[in-house]
């Protein structure tokens, strides 16, 4: 027996025969997701030129950051990428609540991640490093404080969806708003694997 | 057409097992570059090769581009190979 779906029902619980090749979340957010990434991969390839010139000063640097706390936020991060995927699926089948769970869950792990790098922030000023300090602590401050005010945009995108999803404001024929904001999430976790390698890993003296 | 509940449950299965592999991929990193065995210039470009793979599957599973366009799909993944390509060239 064949049934369709609306061409809106996200693309999670289609069939193979059912595959529209659509952008899920709509073409605005894709271009967004666009120059985000080539903002950030300039970022990322102007402190890997720094750290050309520089390899001592960068390995200095990477030496008094925290990795495994840099492994534990990729490690949170990850995780809210799981529960926004999982909220996209959960309101692709009209489950309302698991959506609204989900993306709560998500935005739990955000605030965790900005609690985390907060703590490693203090931890950096308290040995009186600055943006002006040297080139990798100019860099390392700059990507990853772009990259936490991702993240707070994030939150603050989640917390109100999660609300209205909660209300049955989404749905299998209302996804959009629940695939873009979830589409913004995968991004910030997207640059986020880039960084963690860049500043916390393979930095030797 | 398959009943809804199997396709969530596969959907389900798929985005946990890329969960798994994500941070896989995240501990097999710092412990690679923990290890007093190897170069600084081998960390660097395994953990990039690392990052890329990530990447990937947070770009084609989580964001769903394997069933997006073809175009949107090429374009997200020939910037994340160009990029890391890059970055493995200028690194030390």
Do not use: C
């Amino acid at each position: 027996m064949s049934e369709s779906l609306p061409s809106n029902t996200p693309l999670a619980t289609r069939g193979s025969e059912e595959r529209t090749r659509e952008l899920p979340g709509g073409t605005v957010i894709w271009i967004f997701v666009a120059l985000e990434l080539l903002t950030f991969g300039l970022f990322f390839i102007a402190s890997a030129d720094a750290r050309r010139s520089d390899p001592t000063i960068f390995g200095e640097g990477a030496s008094r950051l925290h990795t495994l706390l840099g492994a534990i936020n990729t490690g949170v991060l990850l995780t809210g990428g799981l529960f926004v995927a999982q909220a996209v699926l959960a309101n692709a089948r009209g489950a309302a609540r698991s959506t609204s769970v989900w993306l709560w869950g998500a935005a739990a792990s955000g605030v965790v991640f900005m609690g985390i790098k907060l703590y490693e922030y203090a931890d950096v000023l308290n040995m009186g490093v600055t943006l002006s300090t040297n080139r990798f602590w100019f860099f390392y401050l700059f990507i990853t404080g772009l990259h936490f005010l991702h993240v707070l945009a994030g939150v603050f995108f989640l917390v109100p969806t999660a609300w209205r999803a909660s209300g049955r404001a989404y749905g299998p024929r209302d996804a959009t708003t629940v695939e873009a904001v979830a589409i913004f999430w995968h991004l910030v976790d997207l640059i986020w694997v880039f960084v963690f390698p860049l500043f916390y890993l393979g930095q030797r003296t | 057409m398959k009943h809804m509940p199997e396709r969530v449950a596969k959907a389900r299965l798929i985005l946990f097992a890329t969960w798994i592999l994500l941070v896989g991929l995240t501990i097999g990193s710092v412990w690679l570059s923990e290890s007093d065995n190897l170069t600084s210039i081998v960390v660097t470009r395994v953990t990039l090769g690392a990052a890329l793979l990530k990447g990937h599957l947070i770009a084609g599973i989580y964001m769903e581009m394997r069933d997006g366009p073809i175009a949107w799909a090429l374009a997200m993944s020939g910037f994340l190979v160009f990029q890391t390509t890059l970055l493995v060239v200028i690194l030390p």
